[in-house]
Every structure is written in C-alpha cells, then in structure tokens.
C-alpha cells in the first residue's frame, strides 16, 4: 500500500531550494564537490550540481561512493555484500565535500559514507543533503541541508522513485 507524499513538481521545488541553500551558505560555491551516496543519492546530486551550474556558472564536479563494505547492518544480518564501485575522479583533499543522499533515517548509511570518504583523502569540510528527513535517528547525525521532511512511523517506509531509474519522479509512502 503507497501513498504519494511528494509529486515531481514538489520534488523539482526540493532540489532547487537546496541548490539555493548550498549557495547562500557557502557564499557561492567555490570549492564545492557533491558525492552522491549509491544509487539515488548520485541522480539528486547530479540535478543539483545542474541547477548550481545554471545559477552560478560554474560547474561543480560530482561524484558517486559506494558504501557496501562500510555497511555495520548488512554484516550483523548475515547477507551476501555486492561491492559496487565508486567514481569520484577528482580530489577531495581540501574541498567543501557535500554528501548527498536521497532518505536520512537511521544515520547508518551517512556514517558508512563518511567512511569511505576519509578512505578516499581529507576533506576541509563533510556536509549532508538529503532529500528526505524521515527521522529515528540511530546515530547523532543530522542533515545540513533538507528537500523535505517527512515524519514517518517505524513500520513506514519511504521510497523515493527518481525517472533516471524509475521512469517517474515522486516520493510515496509504504506501509510495510
């Protein structure tokens, strides 16, 4: 059972408003990379970067991490770890790194990122944006920068469909 929560145009509404964010707070965004967190996390930061692109002419470089081994649940479960790849071809020494993700909820995804990024180099700065906030926080971990949030029970999901990988662009609910 879905319930739609978030439409395309509110989702659009979102991203730009983050976009809008990342600029006022940053004073520009010089020295900014986004690393989205596999697999939403890279589409939203992608339409982010196009719309910081577009606002400020400047393009800002985007990355994708994969988290797979830096993952504490999927170990205690028992499950198989696929090991995907991450594409970050650029440095992070120094950069302002905003990690991007499409639902914060416990903290153990961000917490695996982090991770892996400091694997990867020394940032100056980490910040997060997610497109949604659910809350249920595990670990002390907040967003900087919020699409939407959306309260949510503990046996709810949330499911974001984006149209590079769903065909459409909404945000639904699931009763699970």
């Known amino acids: ?45 992608e339409r982010i970067a196009e719309r910081l692109s577009k606002l400020e002419q400047v393009n ?18 028992g499950e198989e770890i696929e090991v ?29 990122a982090l991770d892996a990024l400091m694997d990867l180099g020394r940032p100056e700065k980490i910040s997060l944006a997610v497109l949604v906030d659910r809350g249920h926080r595990e670990l002390p971990i907040r967003a900087d920068f919020v699409g939407k949030n959306i309260p949510t029970a503990r046996d709810e999901a949330i499911r974001v469909y984006m149209k590079e990988k769903d065909k459409d662009d909404k945000i639904v609910i699931v009763k699970k």
Request: hydrophobic letters at 45%.
């Open 84 to 112: 995907g790849t991450s594409a970050i071809d650029f440095p992070i020494e120094g950069k302002h790194v905003i990690l991007v993700d499409d639902v914060l909820f416990t903290g153990r995804t961000v917490r695996a």
């Open 60 to 77: 800002v470089p985007v990355g994708a991490i994969d988290i797979s081994l830096y993952r504490d649940d999927q170990r205690r479960r």
């Open 1 to 45: 059972m879905e319930k739609e929560v978030v439409d395309a145009m509110a989702m659009q509404r979102a991203l730009t408003r983050i976009a809008y964010e990342i600029i006022e707070r940053n004073k520009g965004i010089q020295n900014i990379v986004l690393i989205g967190i596999k697999t939403r996390g890279i589409f939203i930061a």
